[in-house]
């Protein structure tokens, strides 16, 4: 079971609103509130504003962990860069521990999913994905690929796994060129320049952090969002 800490991103669904705040299922033990004054400002005013109009029961929405101490349930905020109501993709449940290991080092197994399905993955770090692209066959491919990263999680050579379920080809060693010695004998040959690997994705396993692979929006068409358990 999720256990929230400050600053985690987590995927939840608007289960409950007072005329203060929303609940949120978080996938936890604990109960997560959005105030209503973190979407509508410090001037928000129950008596005048809708908060259906904003967030309705049922929606799906990416949010930050803003205070939890255990003594009281976990305070959530939208105020970051790519937080807010998820308008459609594929929705799954994993277990939080596997999300490190689904993100990879350096993002590299999850960068492996989308390049390979043509599409975008968010993952909240409470074990919940959404998944969007273009075909409801990437779709479809991404969602057996994720499963198979948490059913064999603690097995070893899994991206090479993933790589044959999505049939990515094996790349290359890139070739070193042979040492040209110098007029004298004894120069130091060219060695091939080793490409630096791009990263867009914090170490999850040095960080412990889930990282935001896809916003929730974006151009691609998806699916409206659908409860896969």
């Given at each position: 079971?999720?256990?929230?800490?400050?600053?985690?991103?987590?995927?939840?669904?608007?289960?409950?609103?007072?005329?203060?705040?929303?609940?949120?299922?978080?996938?936890?033990?604990?109960?997560?509130?959005?105030?209503?004054?973190?979407?509508?400002?410090?001037?928000?005013?129950?008596?005048?504003?809708?908060?259906?109009?904003?967030?309705?029961?049922?929606?799906?929405?990416?949010?930050?962990?803003a205070a939890f101490d255990r003594t009281r349930d976990p305070m959530l905020t939208l105020q970051d860069r790519d937080l807010g109501k998820?308008?459609?993709?594929?929705?799954?449940?994993?277990?939080?521990?596997?999300?490190?290991?689904?993100?990879?080092?350096?993002?590299?197994?999850?960068?492996?999913?989308?390049?390979?399905?043509?599409?975008?993955?968010?993952?909240?770090?409470?074990?919940?994905?959404?998944?969007?692209?273009?075909?409801?066959?990437?779709?479809?491919?991404?969602?057996?690929?994720?499963?198979?990263?948490?059913?064999?999680?603690?097995?070893?050579?899994?991206?090479?796994?993933?790589?044959?379920?999505?049939?990515?080809?094996?790349?290359?060693?890139?070739?070193?060129?042979?040492?040209?010695?110098?007029?004298?004998?004894?120069?130091?040959?060219?060695?091939?320049?080793?490409?630096?690997?791009?990263?867009?994705?914090?170490?999850?396993?040095?960080?412990?952090?889930?990282?935001?692979?896809?916003?929730?929006?974006?151009?691609?068409?998806?699916?409206?969002?659908?409860?896969?358990?």
């Amino acid at each position: 079971m999720y256990i929230p800490r400050v600053n985690d991103l987590v995927i939840g669904k608007i289960v409950d609103h007072t005329s203060l705040s929303w609940e949120v299922d978080i996938n936890s033990c604990f109960s997560a509130n959005l105030p209503a004054s973190d979407v509508f400002g410090r001037d928000f005013s129950p008596a005048r504003d809708d908060m259906t109009k904003h967030l309705a029961i049922g929606d799906m929405i990416t949010a930050r962990v803003a205070a939890f101490d255990r003594t009281r349930d976990p305070m959530l905020t939208l105020q970051d860069r790519d937080l807010g109501k998820i308008p459609r993709g594929e929705l799954l449940k994993i277990s939080a521990t596997r999300v490190p290991r689904l993100i990879g080092k350096r993002g590299s197994m999850i960068q492996t999913i989308e390049q390979a399905t043509q599409t975008r993955v968010l993952i909240g770090q409470n074990g919940i994905v959404v998944v969007t692209g273009r075909s409801p066959e990437g779709i479809e491919q991404a969602v057996k690929a994720i499963r198979m990263v948490e059913d064999e999680a603690h097995t070893s050579n899994l991206t090479q796994r993933i790589k044959v379920l999505l049939n990515v080809p094996d790349t290359p060693a890139a070739e070193v060129p042979p040492a040209s010695n110098g007029s004298n004998g004894s120069g130091n040959g060219g060695a091939a320049a080793v490409p630096q690997e791009t990263t867009t994705r914090a170490d999850s396993s040095a960080s412990g952090e889930a990282t935001t692979a896809a916003e929730g929006g974006g151009e691609e068409e998806g699916m409206e969002v659908e409860d896969q358990k």
